[in-house]
């Protein structure tokens, strides 16, 4: 046995060392990749279908636990590799980032993972659903919060292993001049909506799925990310705010304690208009609709013009798109009840003449409109 390990170091004398070192640890993180999916695969078959969790619980660790794995077999192999001192250096000060990388990562796992089980308490797919909103707005925003300072304090420690870098920051940190001062200012938006963003997920001016209207745009809030905010507007397009514009500009929530809205239907009708009986209208066409909730139907005169009256109709309905809807509804049969049986009440110019002068004319003049009033002719009811 002896004499053929000599043969073997005899025949491979001529490899260079750091050949070998690197042969071998090339070798062992390939078996730690091959053990780690030998075991994932065990591991998978072990758990029943019925067991949701595990599984998830499997996928959501399988990216740090494979590291893990190739880090172990690296610090295991390094001693024994044939290396040059200064390779040897590089290498694991390299194994050290990546230790650091690796806590880092299994921290932003660990917060994932510990969001989602609390979340799945809380569903949105029903109609009250306020304490989940509220829940899930405050676990999203503290979750993305919490994996940036995670990335931020990974980054730095990292970055801090190295010498240039360490006395970059230093010298950096330890200077009042001009560069503190840029540096201070660019990361001014950053920390603004880093702020920002714990101060919604407190405050919760906003939640998830809210509607909302934010620069004459009306849509409803899609994701709460770490420094800005989508919102899904009504015709899908996406708008981007930054976090800290819902802390300092004004804006519209229809959904901040409740989801039903009052909705209103302006009408423009003539003064010889039924009010009571466009009221009764109102009243029957809100009862047939599927989206009246049955708290509030109304129908006021508002305001005169000088060809019109104004008439508004108050309706409520259970959230934002089915008070559009009924508003629309409404204001199409109301429409068609005005013009089908009660045409003397539309919108209408009256033109008044003058008696004309001795001569015949010069005094004999038309007051009107822009259009002059249609006559109607009477039923032959």
């Not at 619980?57 to 590291?67: E, V």
């Not at 304090?153 to 950096?172: K, N």
């Not at 901040?256 to 039924?274: E, F, M, N, P, T």
Request: aromatic share 8%.
């Amino acid at each position: 046995m002896q004499d053929a390990i000599a043969e073997l170091e005899h025949t491979f004398r001529w490899v260079p060392d750091w050949v070998v070192g690197l042969g071998l640890i090339t070798g062992a993180i390939v078996a730690a990749l091959v053990i780690h999916s030998i075991a994932l695969r065990v591991a998978r078959r072990m758990f029943k279908p019925s067991n949701a969790v595990a599984p998830l619980l499997l996928d959501r660790t399988s990216g740090p636990t494979r590291l893990a794995l190739c880090l172990a077999a690296v610090a295991l192999v390094l001693p024994l590799a044939p290396l040059h001192d200064v390779l040897r250096q590089t290498l694991s000060h390299f194994f050290g980032v990546a230790v650091i990388a690796l806590v880092g990562w299994i921290s932003i796992r660990a917060v994932d993972m510990a969001s989602a089980r609390y979340l799945d308490k809380f569903r949105l797919d029903i109609a009250e659903n306020f304490l989940a909103r509220k829940h899930v707005t405050q676990v999203r925003v503290f979750k993305r919060v919490t994996d940036t300072l995670i990335v931020i304090i990974a980054v730095s420690t990292a970055l801090m292993t190295f010498d240039s870098v360490r006395q970059y920051g230093v010298s950096l940190f330890a200077s009042a001049g001009a560069a503190g001062l840029i540096v201070g200012l660019a990361a001014r938006p950053l920390l603004s909506n880093l702020i920002a963003g714990v101060q919604i997920a407190v405050t919760q001016p906003i939640r998830i799925e809210d509607a909302v209207i934010i620069e004459n745009e009306w849509g409803w809030v899609e994701d709460i990310a770490s420094t800005y905010v989508v919102i899904r507007l009504w015709d899908w397009r996406r708008m981007v705010v930054p976090l800290a514009y819902f802390i300092e500009r004004p804006f519209q929530n229809w959904t901040r304690d409740a989801q039903s809205l009052i909705g209103a239907i302006a009408l423009h009708v003539d003064y010889s208009a039924d009010v009571p009986r466009i009221r009764k209208r109102l009243e029957q066409v809100a009862k047939e609709s599927r989206l009246w909730d049955g708290a509030v139907v109304n129908l006021q005169v508002i305001d005169t013009h000088p060809r019109t009256i104004e008439l508004r109709a108050l309706v409520s309905a259970r959230n934002a798109p089915q008070s559009w809807d009924l508003r629309c509804e409404i204001r199409e049969k109301l429409l068609a009840f005005i013009r089908d049986e009660m045409p003397d009440a539309l919108p209408r110019d009256r033109a008044i003449l003058a008696p004309a002068d001795d001569d015949g004319f010069g005094r004999n003049f038309l007051r009107r409109a822009p259009r002059r009033e249609r006559a109607v002719a009477p039923s032959p009811n």
